[in-house]
């Protein structure tokens, strides 16, 4: 055996290697992460009409809380990107799930609107770091051949934690009081933050590329791909090593990406405005409609499981026939389905069935939309500009839900119908501008073997 038998790229050994038990166990945990990072982002929403009453607080005052908390978020997405490249996937991991889990925990504790303030950002925090590492993770430990579905599920894992919360929520707070779903939303997530630090491995990449030759090897042979004990690693490219002129976020505007890098901040900003629209105010819309606590979250956890089911059936049909077809006819559809919310929410004989399926229907469409728009980012773009493409795209679309939060509180102030009415108009934004690219993706049918 020679010293160059010695010498491996861990990404190669991943990517051809087996998707062993260990892997899956790996990859699901990591998404738990994401689905209580997901019902943390939304359980505010199905609280603040009982802390208004109990405060005697309008809805309009939770306005900047809701800005604030989403500022706090895309903070934490930069620092935890910054934290995940520097100490590991899963120390990152293990600490944002501990950290939005405590702050959590203390919301309950608080007795004035300004600790609410006070926990929730730094809730938040922790919040917005854990979605890219856990999914920054699931990609490094998966084979190539599952990534994208593996990475996709793990996106879809958001709403799936806002269903999650909305059926805890229908559960306890008709019977106990807004205090007990937080204490549970914070105590799930320290629970969960516990097993992983206990179980959940180091990404093999991140160690061979900091010099961790012999962990990342141990790893690696408890992933079922064979290796020798003292193997050593040749480091991946970084960032750093490219040239100062493709490191600059002004290659994003160049000529030959301006059109479709400015289409996609739009359609990420518009489509952000509608999900966040509901994500904190429908609840108190059908506060306001007159329906109590529980209907209220069975609401939002239809949005969001119609939205899981929507993201799936869309990528599915986006794999065979390309992008543009499937993305215009789900905004499209997603616009009918606010439309259709807005002209009939007023009616005195709605039923609670019908309503329940059309905010499902219109959870289908957006989430779908939302989902699809990440994959749309990082692979529309060369490889050069791949990462830097979706984190502005990501940072742009938290701009639209920083909005979200005053639009909605001005929206309550208007009939019911204006609120449905504004979400048409976000989604015919957005699906003008999914229409205006001039890059899309090719379907299976389409793609040849060369284009890999």
């Not at 501990?98 to 203390?106: C, K, Q, R, Y």
């Not at 061979?208 to 020798?228: D, E, Y």
Request: proline letters at 5%; one cysteine or more.
């Amino acid at each position: 055996m020679t010293s160059v038998d010695k010498v491996h790229v861990v990404a190669d050994l991943i990517d051809r290697g087996p998707w062993s038990p260990m892997q899956k166990a790996a990859a699901v945990l990591a998404a738990c992460a994401v689905t209580l990072d997901g019902m943390d982002i939304q359980v505010l929403s199905l609280v603040v009409p009982q802390i208004g009453r109990d405060w005697s607080l309008s809805k309009s005052s939770f306005a900047l809380l809701f800005a604030l908390s989403l500022v706090a978020v895309a903070a934490g997405t930069a620092m935890g990107g910054w934290l995940g490249d520097r100490f590991g996937r899963r120390r990152t991991i293990v600490l944002s799930v501990a950290w939005f889990g405590a702050f959590t925990l203390f919301m309950a504790l608080s007795r004035s609107l300004p600790g609410l303030y006070a926990f929730r950002l730094l809730s938040g925090l922790g919040i917005g770091a854990a979605l890219p590492n856990a999914a920054a993770y699931i990609a490094e430990i998966t084979p190539l051949r599952v990534r994208t579905a593996a990475v996709s599920a793990t996106i879809v894992c958001i709403p799936l934690g806002g269903v999650v919360g909305g059926l805890i929520g229908a559960e306890v707070l008709p019977v106990a009081s807004w205090r007990t779903l937080i204490l549970i939303a914070g105590v799930l997530p320290l629970v969960l933050a516990a097993l992983l630090a206990l179980v959940l491995p180091e990404s093999p990449r991140f160690l061979a590329t900091s010099g961790q030759s012999p962990a990342a090897v141990s790893i690696l042979r408890r992933f079922g791909i064979r290796i020798q004990a003292d193997a050593e690693f040749i480091a991946e490219p970084r960032q750093a090593d490219l040239p100062p002129e493709e490191q600059s976020l002004r290659s994003l505007l160049g000529p030959a990406d301006l059109r479709n890098t400015l289409c996609l901040w739009a359609a990420f900003c518009f489509c952000m405005i509608s999900v966040y629209l509901v994500f904190n105010w429908l609840p108190s819309l059908l506060s306001n409609l007159g329906l109590g606590p529980s209907a209220a979250s069975k609401g939002l956890a239809t949005y969001n499981l119609y939205g899981i089911v929507g993201t799936l059936l869309l990528g599915i049909w986006m794999n065979r026939a390309g992008s543009r077809i499937p993305l215009l006819v789900a905004g499209a559809a997603a616009l009918a389905t606010a439309l259709w919310l807005g002209l009939t929410v007023g009616s005195a004989d709605r039923s609670l069935a019908l309503f329940s399926f059309q905010i499902g229907a219109h959870g289908f469409f957006v989430n779908g939309v939302q989902t699809a728009l990440y994959a749309m980012a990082a692979q529309i773009y060369p490889t050069r500009l791949r990462s830097r493409g979706v984190a502005a795209a990501s940072a742009i679309g938290r701009t639209g839900a920083v909005l979200s939060a005053f639009l909605g509180s001005r929206a309550l102030h208007h009939p019911a119908s204006d609120y449905f009415f504004l979400l048409a108009a976000m989604m015919a934004c957005a699906a003008l501008s999914i229409q205006m690219m001039n890059t899309h993706l090719p379907g299976a049918a389409t793609t040849s073997a060369a284009e890999y």
